[in-house]
C-alpha cells in the first residue's frame, strides 16, 4: 500500500526559510512524478510545485517562482520543498502528492492528476 507522509511544517516569522520533506512507501519512489499543493483556510487547493522523475524537469506556481526550491533524493526516497522568503500569504497546509508513470520528464499541476496524498503538514508564516 502506497503511503505518502510529509513534515516539516510549523510557525515562523515573514522572510524566514522552511523545509518540508515527503516520504513515500509502498513503491519505487523513482517511478513517481511528485507534486506539492497548499490550501489556505477558505481557499481551494493551489498547486504549488511539482518535479518529473527526472529531477532536472521541475515547475513553479508563479506566487513562489523564486522563492521555493523542488527537490528529490531518489537514493533516500524523499521530496523536498525548500521555502525562502516566506510571507504571510504563504500559510496553508502543505500537501505531497505522488503519481506513478513511465514517463520520465513530465510534471502534472493540477490536483486530479495524482493518485496518492499525504495528510498535510500546517506552515504558518507571522508578519
Known amino acids: 500500500q502506497v503511503q505518502v507522509v510529509e513534515s516539516g511544517g510549523r510557525l515562523v516569522q515573514a522572510g524566514a526559510s522552511l523545509r518540508l520533506s515527503c516520504t513515500l512507501s509502498g513503491r519505487t519512489f523513482d517511478t513517481a512524478t511528485m507534486g506539492w499543493f497548499r490550501q489556505a483556510p477558505g481557499k481551494e487547493r493551489e498547486f504549488v510545485g511539482a518535479?518529473?522523475?527526472?529531477?532536472?524537469?521541475?515547475s513553479y506556481a508563479d506566487s513562489v517562482k523564486g522563492r521555493f526550491v523542488i527537490s528529490r533524493d531518489n537514493v533516500k526516497n524523499m521530496l523536498y520543498l525548500q521555502m525562502y522568503r516566506l510571507k504571510p500569504e504563504d500559510t496553508a497546509v502543505y500537501y505531497c502528492?505522488?503519481?506513478?508513470?513511465?514517463?520520465?520528464?513530465?510534471?502534472?499541476?493540477?490536483?486530479?492528476?495524482?493518485?496518492?496524498w499525504g495528510q498535510g503538514t500546517q506552515v504558518t508564516v507571522s508578519s
Open positions: 502528492a505522488a503519481r506513478f508513470d513511465i514517463l520520465l520528464r513530465v510534471v502534472f499541476t493540477t490536483s486530479n492528476d495524482y493518485t496518492y
Open positions: 518535479i518529473a522523475r527526472d529531477p532536472e524537469i521541475t
